[in-house]
């Protein structure tokens, strides 16, 4: 390979050589004006161009230097007073040459300054070019040749305002002489798959690909010609073109070529065109990449939609969705062996140009969708990744158009499509759906919707057959049922009935999650319920269908039953937290025997599932603080729950626990903004026990450490006791409080007792306000007047 290259570069060093070689000589003979001199020197120079051995990208540096000197013996061919023979004289003369693919460079430069004289019609000049090219059938040289004809040429066609303008159809003859240039040029670049053995087939497929523009150059003039409009490009153009796209049968130069032609001419002529070029594609070899090239086309159409609204009209009028549709139908039939990827990528495509084009047509976007799952019934099962991600691709689509899951749900071959996705990839695009749901705050606002929607999702709502379990990240798992948790937040109607509706069929889901989901769902779904409940509150409901009454009491059954679902995980402080809410919801409804059973389903689980002492601890204090708003119940069951409240809070394990959880049983009998709770010397009981406690913790420490803790707790004491001492509690007096500030003065000074900074902090504050109150006058400074300090 080595010995292969140095060679190549052995004899695109002589090439060059030679030209500069002949080119001294030439330029000598152009300084002298010694026409035949230069004619001779000159196509010397060009016979290094008739070499064989040169792959085309080093052909290409030979030609470019044998270029560059053309033009410098063109402008001396155009100065006549410089060698004293007329133009037309000097068109016979080159002829002379020995060799043809000299004499057709010169003939060709000639040529040029012919038509610029225009002694003669430019049409009959570049026919005789054109066809006098034909004797040079080597590829690569005469690819190069053509190559040349098409660049002096360009600027001198018989084309609409062009100086060469001839008769009417001086146009035609412009893209007569183009369009057989193009012809021959395919026919050599056609013919290189076919020279030398078969091993070396990827190396010359590669040298074909380096030639594939001196090609393509031919249609990018033919799309400058300004006579070529619709109606010439319709008739003559496009079939011309297509048909020796069709002829040549070489993969290679199909693909190319149809890419060309979507690449070079105006969006406009392919939109009127449509029927006639798609119709070539299911005639292209079965290996021709037709899904990039129909890819491209609608690409293309899109953005030409996109551009202006004003065009919007013409796509309706050609029917383009319906002849795209049907052209994709074909090539997929044709092409048997199309991996399913092309085949899906066709119909992104697609999806992509109706929703540009026709976003009100969901019909459309509906058939794509269809198509796609006729193709997808086919496969036994999808594995390729790629496949995968142009799935997820046409099924995100939609949500990124619409910015609307409401719209997609309507969709009847949505959820189809998406039971063609694996495991993993149904969860990626479930939580794009709901991602979609939650940027654009999308409502879903009706059940039959809802079951759609979760339908779709169902691979994040329970465990489809097949999944592997222990291979699922935490991480991962966390993120998708708090988006799941999330999703139902946005699941909402102002009708109860439907709402009810709403929250069965979610809960009919949810419960299938199994237990390790239902912590994350469950809590959701408990406030989507006490939403309603709040909605519905002091009413007694409507009718659900024909016979099922939407009321408190019924959600409430309903929430009994979720809750008790965590029972399976087990999830008792989550469980108790919800009841706690309930409790609450049912408390605003004026339900009391419901409110007092979800506090007897809260302190059951106190009693038997928490064994945790923080978790008890903040159990208790949430039991407290919920059973103080309440103001649903009667003498009897508002005694019996606080008393139960009060007991427990004593035997905490922690005395401090224990101490705290006390003294806020204490706002249990006394609430201002309850008629009938106030309850003094049950207050100063709670805090009296309280305080026992809090010495009992004094004495434990004492007795374990040989110090005392901190003061904390008293300072926590002191506080709850000027709380009530304000609020105007007859049995909390200033001497209790004085006694107090003493014991506390007493335990601060003695040496037993750590020193702490925060205790002496909090002290300092609480004396600080109680200064602070003195100082007020009138009745709250009469008050705090008898405390010392």
């Not at 009959?124 to 006098?132: A, H, S």
């Not at 002849?323 to 999806?351: C, H, R």
């Not at 009810?500 to 994350?520: E, S």
């Not at 107090?740 to 300092?764: G, K, R, V, Y």
Request: net charge negative; aromatic share 8%; with cysteine.
């Amino acid at each position: 390979m080595l010995n292969g290259i140095e060679d190549e570069e052995k004899w695109l060093a002589e090439g060059i050589a030679g030209i500069q070689h002949y080119a001294f000589f030439m330029h000598r003979a152009l300084d002298s004006n010694n026409l035949r001199e230069a004619l001779k020197y000159s196509a010397q120079m060009l016979s290094e161009l008739r070499t064989s051995k040169l792959p085309p990208h080093k052909y290409y540096e030979l030609y470019m230097r044998a270029f560059d000197e053309l033009k410098r013996l063109e402008l001396f061919f155009k100065d006549d007073s410089k060698h004293g023979v007329s133009v037309v004289d000097l068109y016979e003369l080159v002829q002379h040459a020995g060799n043809i693919l000299p004499r057709l460079y010169l003939l060709c430069t000639v040529g040029s300054i012919y038509i610029k004289s225009k002694e003669a019609p430019a049409k009959e000049i570049l026919k005789d070019l054109v066809e006098m090219c034909r004797g040079v059938q080597h590829p690569i040289r005469g690819l190069f040749l053509r190559s040349y004809l098409a660049q002096i040429s360009r600027d001198k066609l018989p084309d609409i305002g062009s100086e060469y303008e001839g008769d009417a159809d001086s146009v035609m003859d412009a893209v007569e002489f183009v369009l057989q240039n193009f012809t021959e040029m395919n026919k050599l670049w056609g013919r290189m798959q076919h020279q030398g053995p078969g091993r070396v087939r990827e190396k010359r497929e590669k040298e074909r690909s380096e030639l594939q523009d001196l090609v393509g150059k031919n249609l990018h003039v033919l799309s400058q010609i300004e006579g070529v409009d619709l109606e010439m490009y319709k008739e003559t153009v496009l079939p011309r073109v297509l048909e020796q796209v069709v002829n040549c049968k070489d993969d290679l130069a199909q693909y190319y070529l149809m890419d060309c032609i979507i690449q070079v001419f105006p969006d406009e002529y392919h939109l009127q065109t449509l029927e006639t070029l798609m119709s070539a594609c299911p005639q292209l070899q079965p290996t021709v990449d037709v899904k990039t090239v129909l890819s491209r086309l609608m690409d293309r159409l899109s953005n030409y939609a996109a551009s202006s609204a004003d065009v919007l009209p013409e796509f309706l009028q050609v029917e383009a969705f319906s002849k795209l549709s049907n052209a994709i139908g074909k090539v997929i039939e044709a092409q048997v062996d199309m991996p399913a990827v092309g085949a899906i990528t066709l119909y992104v495509s697609l999806l992509t140009f109706t929703l540009r084009v026709h976003p009100d047509r969901l019909d459309h976007v509906d058939q794509v969708l269809g198509a796609c799952v006729k193709k997808l019934s086919n496969i036994p099962k999808l594995e390729d990744r790629w496949a995968m991600k142009q799935v997820v691709a046409l099924l995100s689509a939609p949500l990124e158009k619409y910015n609307d899951i409401v719209t997609a749900l309507t969709l009847s071959n949505y959820p189809r499509v998406m039971d063609h996705l694996d495991i993993g990839t149904n969860k990626v695009m479930a939580m794009v759906i709901i991602q979609s749901i939650m940027k654009n705050y999308s409502c879903i606002s009706t059940a039959d919707k809802v079951e759609v929607l979760f339908e779709l999702i169902k691979g994040l709502i329970k465990d489809i057959d097949g999944a592997d379990v222990e291979e699922l990240d935490e991480e991962d798992f966390k993120e998708e049922q708090n988006s799941v948790a999330r999703l139902i937040h946005m699941l909402y109607n102002d009708e109860p009935e439907e709402m009810f509706k709403i929250i069965c069929i979610v809960r009919k889901h949810t419960m299938a999650g199994g237990p390790k989901r239902l912590p994350f769902t469950v809590s959701s779904l408990v406030f989507s319920a006490l939403r309603l409940v709040r909605q519905l509150q002091g009413l007694e409901g409507d009718i659900v269908g024909e016979d099922m009454p939407v009321t408190p009491k019924k959600i409430f059954q309903l929430l009994t039953q979720m809750i008790d679902s965590l029972s399976a995980v087990p999830s008792p402080e989550l469980a108790l937290r919800l009841y706690l809410q309930c409790a609450e919801a049912a408390n605003c409804c004026d339900l009391e025997h419901l409110a007092y059973e979800f506090f007897t389903q809260a302190f059951v689980l106190y009693e038997e599932e928490i064994a945790d002492s923080k978790a008890q601890v903040t159990a208790i204090h949430l039991i407290i603080g919920t059973l103080q708003r309440m103001n649903v119940f009667g003498v009897e069951n508002r005694d019996t729950l606080t008393h139960k409240a009060t007991g427990y809070s004593a035997r905490l394990l922690k005395k401090a626990d224990q101490c705290r959880a006390v003294y806020a049983c204490s706002h249990l009998f006394w609430v201002d903004d309850q008629d009938g709770i106030k309850d003094g010397e049950r207050v100063l009981l709670c805090l009296k026990r309280a305080l026992r406690i809090a010495n009992a913790a004094q004495q434990m420490a004492n007795a374990a450490r040989g110090s005392g803790g901190p003061v904390t707790l008293f300072v926590e004491i002191l506080n709850k006791y000027l709380y009530f001492f304000e609020k105007g509690n007859r049995q909390i007096t200033s001497s209790a409080i004085q006694g107090l500030i003493e014991l506390i003065n007493t335990e601060t000074q003695s040496d037993s007792t750590n020193p702490d900074s925060i205790s002496d902090a909090f002290l300092a504050s609480t004396l600080r306000y109680i200064q602070f109150q003195k100082q007020k006058g009138g009745i709250t400074g009469e008050k705090f007047e008898s405390i010392k300090l």
